[in-house]
């Protein structure tokens, strides 16, 4: 006999013992009611106790929407495996289900010093007095040691007035709570104000919001009041200036300079000649030339958005600020301007080394003249590969071997375009801010971290979405009849089937 005939005959002994099953099943138990009935019981015991072994083993959920709403981002992972601290996560009067008790407890699979723990307030008094909870109230605590940090439902979502879709940013503020109470270096940062008509509370709100779920202290500085660039901070941002400094923060802002204070510098495109011979000085300091009147234009498809040669894709370079968004969607600049930089020569005399950050493509061109409504390059306009994005390294004193003292430096990230960052809509289709398309928040918030020696905070983050979804009265009724209505017909026609096989027997 060969092989074939062989696993033909085998195949054949299986087909029989199946079949055989099938038939003791049907002579000796759906054929008696009781044995019938016992039979569906033990399957239904058999599908409890599978789903109480499964809630048990407390699996990851399987995420399919598309932004990966209800599982964990690697970065925020990275944030807290090697937290040492133990960290208590008190749910207060949630449910058991809630979806975001799922995405806390995978924060203790990633770190088991991190515990989720689902209370009322009248079965923990002692969480209920220590933090002032009152029977009824929901909210989340997170705890470690003497630090906390409370969070409401509300402060999960944030809601869009303009497009009117509920966003959740759960994983966001949990994290950051999560590292906030666990960490005791947390980045001071100071947005200058008084020389801009962008500011945290106007235009820049999505901003605030994203910086503080990074576990960043912001705070806003006049330096017309404070006399000088707080000792604390790590990082300085200044955006768009639509006048000149003053000499008060001229000085204050050199001398935080020489201090060896990092900047983080927002540059919007001009369309008339601004004097302004103090801001110029600071900038200045590291090589920056004053800014020319203008706006990049693309000439390249692949990298401007939607035949709009003004909205320009830059080039993102391989930097340690940029690393994390080489493979992503890249930015979307509007009517960027171009950075100018001094002479090589000059830079090394004054210590400074240059970093390209973002690039135009190379038949990018210049456009001076507002007049010209053609999108195609016009003669006498330059065209070249421009630099929009470049961070500046200043050395204010060398490293020294001796001592074993490090090189203290000052370090300028410069953007050729403010509005990237702001709540500005993109287009007047869109309400959606511009901050939150393709990358944009990532630049800033990495170059945030840079500044502040927080490189682990450098990542590409995962973008938020609708959240809710409130079903029409026709899809209600569907889905009630496929949980309720369905099982019931199966039902009613198992026992029709086995009413009338009783009679024929």
Known sequence: MNKESKELIKVETKEKKFHKFIEIIKKK???????????????????????????????????????????????????????????KIYFIEYSEDDTVIDLAKQYGKVNPNIEVEVIKASERPDIAQKYEISTGTTGIIVECGEKFKVLSPSDLVTYDYSTYETISVAEEKLTSAITSVATTDIPKVYFLTGYSNLSLSNGLQYLDMYLQNEVNDVETVDILTTGKVPDDCDTLVIVMPSKDFDELATNSIIDYINRGGNIL??????????????????????????????????????????????????????????????????????????????????????????????????????RTNFYVMSDEHQEGEEQASFTVGQMMTKTLADANEETGEQAKTSKLIIFGEAYFISDVPLSQNSQDPAIRYRQNKDVVLNSIAYLSNREEDIVARKSTGIVTYTATETENNIIVAIIFTVPCIIIVAGAVVWFIRRRKK
């Open 29 to 87: 138990w759906l054929i008696n009611g009781s044995k019938t009935i016992l039979l569906v019981a033990i399957i239904i015991g058999i599908f409890f106790a599978i789903n109480i072994f499964m809630e048990s083993l407390e699996l990851t959920p399987i995420d399919f929407s598309q932004e990966q709403l209800f599982t964990l981002t690697q970065e925020s992972k990275d944030k807290v495996r090697y937290i040492g601290e133990n960290v």
């Open 265 to 366: 510098w927002f540059q919007a495109a001009t369309a008339q000649k601004l004097d302004t011979p103090n801001i110029n000085k600071v900038l200045d300091v590291y090589g920056i030339k004053p800014f020319d009147v203008g706006i990049i234009m693309e000439t390249d498809a692949d990298k401007m958005l939607s035949d709009m040669p003004d909205y320009i894709l830059p080039d993102v370079q391989s930097t340690e600020v940029t690393q994390k968004l080489q493979n992503s969607e890249g930015l979307i600049l509007l009517d960027a301007t171009k950075i100018n930089t001094a002479e090589d020569e000059v830079l090394t005399e004054r210590k400074v080394e240059k970093t390209e950050l973002l690039k135009t493509g190379d038949e990018a061109f210049f």
